[in-house]
């Protein structure tokens, strides 16, 4: 079973930072590749960022890149989504994503490479 807890969403004003985790087990963590997507209302799901198993490669969608980054913690196997320079157009429910990965250095882009979703968490960026 492969459980993705989600948490860190909230209010920000623009300009300002948020930080997301995606908590998993040990076994996920270390076999899975992981993305971050998110949802606006109205909107498609849309691709935020990637990074490979255990945190080799990263890979930013062009309106978030420079802006946001991923690392990891692997004694509390999460990951997280650092979101700088927040601007109202972040505003979304936000999700992580994870899906075994065969090859350590890959990651996946479409939301349709993933087979298992967090909750989500909703981030509100005030103008």
């Known amino acids: 079973q492969v459980q993705l807890t989600e948490s860190g969403g909230g209010l920000v004003q623009a300009g300002g930072s948020l930080r997301l985790s995606c908590a998993t087990s040990?076994?996920?963590?270390?076999?899975?590749?992981m993305g971050w997507f998110r949802q606006a209302p109205g909107k498609k799901r849309e691709f935020v960022a990637a990074?490979?198993?255990?945190?080799?490669?990263?890979y930013f969608a062009e309106q978030v890149k420079g802006r946001f980054t991923i690392s990891t913690d692997n004694t509390k196997n999460t990951w997280h989504l650092q979101m700088n320079s927040l601007r109202p157009e972040d505003t979304a429910v936000y999700y992580c994503?994870?899906?075994?990965?065969?090859?350590?250095?890959?990651?996946?882009?479409?939301?349709?490479?993933?087979?298992?979703w967090g909750q989500g968490t909703q981030v509100t960026v005030s103008s």
């Open positions: 040990q076994r996920v963590f270390v076999n899975y590749a």
């Open positions: 994503a994870a899906q075994p990965a065969g090859i350590r250095g890959i990651y996946y882009t479409t939301a349709d490479e993933y087979n298992f």
């Open positions: 990074v490979s198993r255990s945190g080799g490669n990263t």
